[in-house]
């Protein structure tokens, strides 16, 4: 096995549109192999997760590593605090597949098959239409949407309607402001007939109390899931409650940190289908693990991605790496010249996305087209 010695760590952010700012950053070892971790969360997070970061990596730099597994222990932080730091959680998944990603590299091998996957051409995706959709928020604009992915070539489709809805809201005022989101589940349905597969994400945003009635609501509109309706982290025994009383599959735990604590939940039955995120669950490596417990299981996987083109052909390799999980998640619509920020260009089709060839992830950052559009490079 070979070591990675990380020597250098490149900061590149690029402001998306008012609410998203992507946020990677580009580690050099010593032996002059490079890759690319995105780190995006927020405008304001990404800051503080970069922040982090450049705390941390004075230790490792030079420190021979073989293994991503090591890098808490070099760093002197125990194995389970990120599962309660969130920050944490990110600043050390970016640096764990930084480690993955460059002995990839020095492997000769893609980051599917350092995985223990086999090289592949493509996976599938479904798309999410919410942040095509800033600018109009009415349910016609939700189907018009919906019914573009569909002309895109996307066999499944994901909508998050449910703004009016806040966990501070009493029962009833819960279910009066759902009325709206239902509406836009239901425009969605019919923009795009019965053949296509309808997933909806809550963001957390339901009282148990109130998720049951809802998921019953949506269940008459044939949804593939309902995601996240609240928080698995904090209400993990009541999600399983909810999961058992409904006819909807329950699916999420993007923020969860650290294979285990998926598997206790699927144990639980809290839900059906994980969802980690390469950005926070502890690395690529780490969502692999994941997802191939889940499906041992019996249960499902399939990546939580609606970020920039890096954790999306991150995440496109643990699909391929990870074989039988559902298709993997893409956010359609949010810019028009995503694909120019990568070399060689991020490649999505009829919906399904293109792992481009060559080790680790296969590509590189375009810093002139970075900088072309806006983009901040700090070395």
């Not at 990404?46 to 490792?60: E, I, K, W």
């Not at 999420?252 to 206790?264: C, H, L, Q, R, S």
Request: glycine share 8%; hydrophobic share 40%.
């Amino acid at each position: 096995m070979s070591e990675v010695r990380l020597s250098t760590m490149k900061e590149v952010l690029i402001s998306v549109t008012r609410r998203t700012v992507w946020v990677f950053l580009e580690f050099t070892d010593t032996e002059g192999a490079s890759t690319v971790v995105e780190v995006t969360k927020g405008n304001l997070q990404g800051d503080a997760v970069v922040d982090l970061v450049r705390q941390l990596f004075p230790t490792l730099r030079n420190r021979p590593i073989e293994n991503e597994s090591e890098v808490c222990a070099v760093l002197g932080i125990e194995e389970d605090r990120p599962k309660n730091d969130f920050m944490l959680a990110t600043a050390i998944s970016c640096l764990r597949s930084a480690v993955t990603q460059l002995n990839a590299i020095h492997n000769r091998v893609s980051l599917t098959e350092e995985l223990g996957g086999v090289a592949a051409e493509k996976v599938p995706l479904y798309g999410n239409i919410n942040r095509a959709l800033l600018g109009s928020r009415s349910p016609s604009a939700f189907g018009k949407m919906a019914e573009r992915a569909v002309g895109m070539g996307f066999e499944t489709v994901k909508c998050a309607p449910f703004d009016e809805v806040n966990r501070q809201l009493s029962v009833d005022e819960s279910l009066r402001a759902s009325e709206l989101g239902l509406a836009r589940v239901a425009a969605v349905r019919s923009a795009i007939g019965d053949q296509i597969d309808l997933l909806v994400d809550c963001h957390s945003r339901f009282l148990p109390e109130v998720a049951g009635s809802v998921a019953n609501r949506l269940a008459e509109l044939n949804i593939g899931w309902f995601e996240e309706p609240f928080q698995p982290r904090t209400d993990a025994d009541r999600l399983s409650d909810l999961s058992k009383n409904i006819s909807v599959t329950v699916a999420g735990a993007e923020g969860i940190y650290g294979k285990n604590a998926f598997v206790d939940l699927l144990e639980k039955g809290s839900v059906s289908v994980i969802m980690p995120d390469v950005k926070h669950c502890g690395g690529v490596f780490e969502a692999y693990a994941a997802g191939r417990a889940s499906i041992a299981l019996g249960a499902d996987v399939s990546l939580h991605s609606p970020s920039g083109p890096v954790s999306q052909l991150a995440s496109a390799h643990v699909t391929a790496a990870i074989a039988g999980g559902r298709p993997l998640e893409h956010a359609i619509g949010e810019t028009e010249w995503r694909s120019e920020l990568l070399t060689p260009a991020e490649r999505i089709s009829d919906g399904y996305f293109y792992l481009p060839e060559g080790p680790g992830l296969g590509t590189e950052l375009n810093l002139d087209a970075i900088t072309r559009h806006g983009g901040i490079i700090k070395d």
